[in-house]
């Protein structure tokens, strides 16, 4: 747990810290950019630290983002980082190795920043199968989520790969886009309700391991599979293994639930006193959109718990004051 100190022990490491920040966002995508925003405008010290490596990068463009739909993900962050500049928040490039008691926030290669407050918003990867040219098209013309980028691929021949129990219901869903749409079984094992909805759905079922994908002039093709057939596709969709960037967060011993990922209130407010957590970091479902409104919200909150802090603090100096007077 993180907790506020100034011994001896602590301040020989760091330093006095004059400059106090009153947050500290780790992490310069949709979530962490939209919480500096606020808190910027609320007139707080905010520092925003960007490792630089989003989780979108691989897709040329994003939807399902009001007013910025079609937008590629770069452009919308060269934009974010400009808006809150104006505010005065601070945005550095580099990483974050750890943070300390007393929310001492520490880079690699050396530099130690102060916070009063920490937010983390260092989103996730997407841990991709072993499938030969899978990694290759990723955010091209292997896909994941249907409301993100099935709309550019309507009405053409769509695969789903069978590498995870939700790529059922990735099929079915998909078929609002194509009447075309065949799920290839991979290592997947489909009950007997499945294979009726995949039936009833008119969907289109092969047994059989894949191999690997097949481009032709940087487009993909078909799938292969291991016993020589071509399945004719345009585009796939699978399911990635998503994995948190949590890794600050489990060093401050932040709770989990059952499926290891760090526990939140509605605000992204975690266990560990004075730390947020938001987007992808906490929410493996959260489009760019939602990842936003979280920030937003926890923006909110931490400007809240600090005013209680520095109402708490005026009380006192004023009572002090007082007494001196007396």
Known sequence: MIKTTNDKNTRAQYGDADEVHDVVVVGAGAAGLSAALLLGRARRKVVVIDAGEPRNAPAAHMHGFLSRDGLPPATLLDLGRAE??????????????????????????????KARRVLIATGLRDELPDIPGVRERWGKDVLHCPYCHAYEVRDQPLAV??????????ALLLRQWS????????????????????EARGLYLI????????????????????????????????????????????RLGCAKDGQGWVVTDRTGRTSVPGVWAVGNVADPRAQVVAAAGMGST????????????????????????AAAIR
């Open 161 to 170: 790969l069978g590498t995870h129990p939700g790529a059922v219901h990735q």
């Open 207 to 250: 047994e059989g391991e894949i191999k690997q994908l097949v481009v032709d002039d940087d487009r993909l093709r078909g799938i292969e599979l291991a016993d020589g057939r071509v399945v004719p596709r345009t585009a796939a969709f699978l399911f990635p293994r998503p994995v948190p960037h949590d890794e600050l967060l489990t």
């Open 84 to 113: 809150v500049d104006r505010y005065g928040v601070q945005l550095l490039r580099g990483r974050v190795e750890q943070i300390d008691h007393g929310y001492y926030v520490r880079m690699a290669g050396g530099v130690v920043l």
């Open 298 to 321: 926890a923006a909110f909150a931490i400007n809240t718990d600090l005013l209680d802090e520095d109402v708490d603090r005026a009380v006192e100096e004023h009572r002090h004051a």
């Open 179 to 198: 009447d075309d749409v065949v799920l290839l079984s991979h290592t997947l094992e489909l009950s007997p309700q499945e294979r009726e909805q995949l």
